[in-house]
């Protein structure tokens, strides 16, 4: 089942809801592994998406397998997708409104992955961890401070 409340249909990106809920949990596992940011650059398609995210130093081929790893443990644990509406005020204390527009509704939609990951988003998502399937790293390449991250679901 997808939850499509609020959905801009025409973007790619949020009509893969089991791509787009990885991309959630993989965000929430760079951000846990190594400090860094949610995803900066994210594009998501149905047989393969990437993410960029900015780090000091290249991470290791074990810690990209760890990274894999992680992410296929959290949808193995079968966890809900919720969705809540708050004020923006009461929503920036628990998620990082930095890449939201200027002009960003007062009142916000908030996505939780059970109690692994909770942030602003508009997206499709699956109601439930068990409906992703597995994620496989592909590949990985680190420029001036970008690591680039290609993944698909199996």
Not at 25 to 30: E, S
């Amino acid at each position: 089942m997808i939850d499509t409340t609020d959905i801009n249909k025409s973007n790619k990106e949020y009509q893969n809801p089991g791509m787009h809920t990885a991309e959630h949990i993989l965000n929430q596992t760079m951000v846990r592994m190594f400090g860094c940011q949610r995803s900066m650059n994210t594009h998501i398609e149905r047989k393969k998406s990437k993410c960029d995210y900015y780090l000091e130093q290249i991470p290791t081929a074990e810690q990209m397998a760890e990274v894999e790893n992680r992410v296929n443990e959290v949808i193995d644990r079968h966890l809900p997708i919720t969705t809540e509406f708050m004020p923006l005020q009461e929503a920036a204390e628990l998620v990082d409104l930095r890449k939201l527009p200027e002009d960003v509704s007062q009142t916000l939609r908030i996505v939780r992955v059970g109690d692994y990951d909770v942030c602003a988003c508009i997206g499709a998502h699956v109601y439930n961890t068990s409906e992703i399937g597995q994620f496989k790293l592909l590949n990985w390449d680190f420029q001036e401070g970008r690591l680039r991250l290609r993944f698909k679901l199996t």
